[in-house]
Structures are given as C-alpha cells and as structure tokens.
C-alpha cells in the first residue's frame, strides 16, 4: 500500500506563495504520475496538476502559469509551488499517485487564500 503525505498548506494573502510537499512511501519513479488535485467547499475535486513519470506535466487552465509541479526522485516528494495566490484558489489539495490501474490518495492538506 503506497502511502502519501501532504504538507505545506496554509493561510496565505492573495497574491501570496505557498509550495505544497508530497512524500511518498515508494520512489515515485514506480508511478506512472503523480498529481495535485484539490476540492473547495460545495464543489467536485479537480485536477489541478499533474506530473508523468517521464516528466511531462499539464495544469489546469485556472493555474497555467502560476502554479508548477515537480518532482525530486532522491526525496520521493512531489512539489506544487504555487504563486499569485487568488481567494478562489481556497481548498483542499489533494496529492495522488498512480500505478494503472490502481490510484493512491493522501489525505489532503488545506490552503485558505484571504483577499
């Protein structure tokens, strides 16, 4: 069983930085990819970011150049460094890891963005 842990959330202003961790049981060589996904209040989860495990990425429209993920294979930890924080980027993040088919879920951490 893969487990992942997240870390680095926070209360932050608008336009402000904060860069979420995610720490995995395995070397994340092992998973196809990797991804941040997050679920605001009263909304479905969304796939934010996502990492392949040759290095591609893609990002959600709503984060395109301002948010990146990477990767540090000697840690094992995924990164999503996200800047220009705006109020509606409030959620839970959400990091996954995938072995098709089978998918890995942490157990979340919360970013509060304040106007």
């Known amino acids: 069983q893969v487990q992942l842990v997240e870390s680095g959330g926070g209360l932050v202003q608008a336009g402000g930085s904060l860069r979420l961790s995610c720490a995995a049981s395995?070397?994340?060589?092992?998973?196809?990819?990797m991804a941040w996904h997050r679920q605001a209040p009263g909304k479905q989860r969304e796939l934010v970011a996502l990492?392949?495990?040759?290095?591609?990425?893609n990002y959600a429209d709503s984060v395109k150049g301002r948010f990146t993920i990477s990767g540090d294979n000697a840690k094992n930890t995924v990164y999503l460094q996200m800047n220009s924080l705006k109020p509606e980027d409030t959620a839970v993040y959400y990091c996954?890891?995938?072995?098709?088919?089978?998918?890995?879920w942490g157990q979340g951490t919360q970013v509060t963005v304040s106007s």
């Open positions: 996954s890891s995938c072995q098709y088919p089978t998918c890995y």
């Open positions: 990492i392949t495990s040759g290095g591609k990425t």
């Open positions: 395995e070397t994340i060589f092992s998973f196809n990819a």
